[in-house]
Nanobody, 126 residues
């Protein structure tokens, strides 16, 4: 599966932004999906994940209650709705896919994801 992230930009703190990730291929619905981010000088970190079926989501504590991950398997899309943005959310955001084997386990470790998009930059000004 190939991934293309979009939707990043420069926004003010307290506002919202929605990131999109378009996936190629007919088997998108068999992949768990994740969003990760990497700030300058920092490691890439987990943001959110969603099970292949869309039935379960997980979030990093830093974004819980502000960000929402969702997917549309009919459109081969995954989204990250980001509300109440903070300057510390500034980073390059990446979508990632991991084949699910129809299992419920959805990893948060970036090393367990097989496919990555190119990243989209989100800059939040104070």
């Amino acid at each position: 599966v190939q991934l293309q992230a979009s939707g990043g930009g420069l926004v003010q703190a307290g506002t919202s932004l929605r990131l999109s990730c378009a996936a190629s291929g007919r088997t998108f619905s068999t992949y768990h999906m994740g969003w990760f981010r990497q700030a300058p000088g920092k490691e890439r970190e987990f943001v959110a994940s969603i099970r292949w079926s869309g039935g379960s989501t997980n979030y990093a504590d830093s974004v819980k209650g502000r960000f929402t991950i969702s997917r549309d398997n009919a459109k081969n899309m995954v989204y990250l709705q980001m509300n109440s943005l903070k300057p510390e959310d500034t980073a390059v955001y990446y979508c990632a896919a991991r084949y699910s084997f129809r299992r419920s386990y959805v990893p948060e470790n970036k090393d367990e994801y097989d496919h990555w998009g190119q990243g989209t930059l989100v800059t939040v000004s104070s």
